[in-house]
């Protein structure tokens, strides 16, 4: 590695900054959602069974998506001793340090601007939607990472190929989430070189061709799945893919309309969306006088390459998800590196107007790290939730975690690193140039991040994971050979309990009814332990209560964070 080269020195202090931003702390908040521990529960079933395939997790729940991601925590728990929530999130984290690296490489190739390329790299991993995607067990950061990098590599030159490393990203792709990792690849490298008025067969040729080529892999998989799970798995996999873009799926599954995506780009973007609204009073200068009125055709043509790119990445992806009756903010992950170049450029024009915009917006972002991090202190030493009536939910938790637990060594280390990087935005954002007033609005959002990841999510969000009745259960039955679940909501469960239990749950009847009002089937469990929310009880009871004796064993003092509701532990025998 030759140091004395200003984008590789860019790049090896980018990725020491990458790593301190996503790596050390995602172990340090416990699973609070289904969702994280849904995916890592796939790999726990794999490495339990052996079946690297088409794992049953919970007894009977065949995976909802290829199994990449799975593979890849599977992988991760060998380094690390264990399948825990550090080995679960570490293939986002890697996923996003991976791509936040190939969009500096990338954009410093296509404007020989280095200082531009990281800027537009940091902004887009301070955007909300990639920091938090980059810390989850999802496989959303993962498709977004093959799917970024893949466009860059099929646009690394400015003529339509073959491209093996391509292919090789798009079948990671596909193996993460289906055939969407190859076909957004190709549509947006497609629709850029038609815009730069290559011919259209042969782009369309190599395009489909590189596609075609990443499907490879992942059909001897599919057919691999097909073989192991028959109809069943083929009418998930058709529902998933096919179903959930033409709102054709059993249930319904996010649904919301178009304008849904406006919205959550404008959340995602944040903070930098505060810059974009701040900018409006700076429309006059930001006006070019005595530019020429140019039609469509030709201001695209004028676009450099890395405007162009980025302007079909956005637009593309973000049409393409607004067909879909099923929509998610992340689903639009692939967009925000590509935006992030806009709203860089959008900086760099305001800092050339000498507009005040990026001053107030650095002193804005400088207050909020002052106040969150006097904030932190505050409630490492005076007993807030005794104090006000006003703290509900996380912002209780919060309270009494850090007054009771305080944020150790470290987490004093975090505080004051965010206090100090505030300060000094502050001081930059009255006396600073423009281009060290918008570096250091940036690195003080780095160290609030640092600090919200560090200090105030696990004190927050760990007091609401299931975590504790998965230690109640254990209690109960230390062997967890005997303990069923029971949910009225077909596809609920206790993803978070079975992750750290090993998956030893099991589900008390079949989903498909055949037990339901049977209440001497001899498919049900004779004797063992129930877990049911509150609210489902009543209902179990009259489903299958007749037939057994019931002793009621624990009660959670707060809702489950897969349910919803309370949840109980429950002996039961046949009468």
């Not at 416990?30 to 339990?48: D, H, I, S």
């Not at 887009?124 to 860059?152: H, K, P, Q």
């Not at 090789?168 to 193996?175: Q, R, S, Y």
């Not at 995602?268 to 055709?297: E, Q």
Request: charged share 15%; glycine share 6%.
């Amino acid at each position: 590695m030759n140091l004395k080269n200003p984008r590789i020195l860019m790049g090896a202090t980018l990725l020491l900054v990458l790593i301190v931003t996503f790596v050390p702390w995602l172990g340090d908040t416990l699973f609070n959602t289904k969702g994280e521990p849904r995916e890592a529960l796939v790999a726990v079933t794999m490495l339990n069974s052996g079946d690297f395939i088409l794992p049953e997790s919970y007894g009977a729940d065949i995976p909802y998506k290829p199994p990449f991601l799975a593979w890849l925590i599977a992988a991760a728990s060998t380094l690390t001793g264990g399948i825990s929530e550090f080995a679960s999130r570490l293939p986002s984290a890697a996923a996003v340090i991976a791509m936040a690296l190939a969009t500096f490489f990338f954009f410093a190739r296509k404007t020989s601007d280095n200082v531009m390329a990281l800027a537009t790299t940091l902004v887009s991993i301070t955007t909300i939607e990639v920091w938090r995607a980059g810390a989850n067990c999802r496989v959303d950061m993962l498709l977004t990472c093959f799917t970024v990098t893949s466009v860059y590599a099929l646009l690394w030159t400015e003529k339509p190929r073959l491209s093996a490393a391509a292919i090789v990203l798009m079948t990671c792709g596909v193996l993460t989430k289906g055939p969407v990792g190859m076909v957004l690849p190709c549509l947006i490298a497609g629709i850029y070189f038609l815009l730069r008025h290559r011919r259209f067969w042969p782009t369309f040729g190599l395009m489909t061709a590189n596609g075609l080529l990443a499907l490879v892999v992942p059909a001897i998989w599919y057919w691999g799945a097909y073989n192991a799970g028959g109809d069943r798995f083929l009418r998930l996999a058709l529902e998933e893919n096919f179903g959930r873009f033409t709102g054709t799926m059993s249930y319904e599954s996010h649904v919301n309309p178009w304008w849904y995506n406006v919205q959550t780009v404008a959340a995602g973007m944040l903070p930098y969306t505060l810059g974009a609204l701040l900018s409006l009073f700076s429309l006059k200068r930001l006006r070019r006088k005595h530019m020429k009125r140019l039609s469509l055709r030709q201001r695209l043509d004028s676009m450099s390459a890395a405007s162009l790119i980025s302007l079909t990445a956005v637009a593309t992806v973000f049409i393409f998800y607004c067909f879909p009756a099923s929509k998610r903010s992340v689903y639009l992950l692939p967009l925000y590196p590509f935006l992030s170049w806009f709203a860089v450029l959008l900086g760099k024009r305001l800092i050339a107007v000498r507009s005040g915009v990026v001053s107030v917006y650095t002193a804005i972002i400088a207050s909020v790290g002052l106040i969150v991090s006097f904030a932190s202190v505050g409630f490492c030493l005076i007993d807030a939730s005794a104090q006000s009536a006003a703290l509900k939910g996380e912002a209780l938790d919060l309270a009494r975690t850090l007054y009771a637990d305080g944020p150790g060594a470290t987490g004093w280390i975090l505080i004051a690193t965010a206090a100090i990087t505030s300060g000094a935005a502050l001081y930059f954002a009255a006396r600073g140039k423009g281009e060290r007033k918008a570096f250091a609005a940036i690195a003080t959002t780095l160290t609030i991040y640092w600090l919200v990841s560090g200090v105030i999510l696990p004190a927050a969000l760990n007091p609401r994971s299931d975590k504790q009745l998965a230690e109640a259960i254990g209690r109960i039955d230390p062997t967890v050979s005997h303990t069923y679940t029971f949910n009225d909501i077909k596809m609920l469960r206790y993803y978070t309990a079975a992750f750290y239990l090993g998956d030893r749950l099991r589900l008390f009847a079949p989903e498909d009814g055949s037990s339901q009002t049977k209440e001497t089937d001899t498919e049900l469990p004779r004797a063992g332990f129930l877990v049911v929310n509150e609210h489902d009880m009543p209902l179990w009871k009259e489903r299958y209560g007749a037939a057994y004796a019931l002793d009621t064993l624990y009660r959670a003092d707060r809702r489950s964070c897969d349910s919803g509701s309370p949840a109980m532990i429950v002996r039961f025998s046949r009468q």
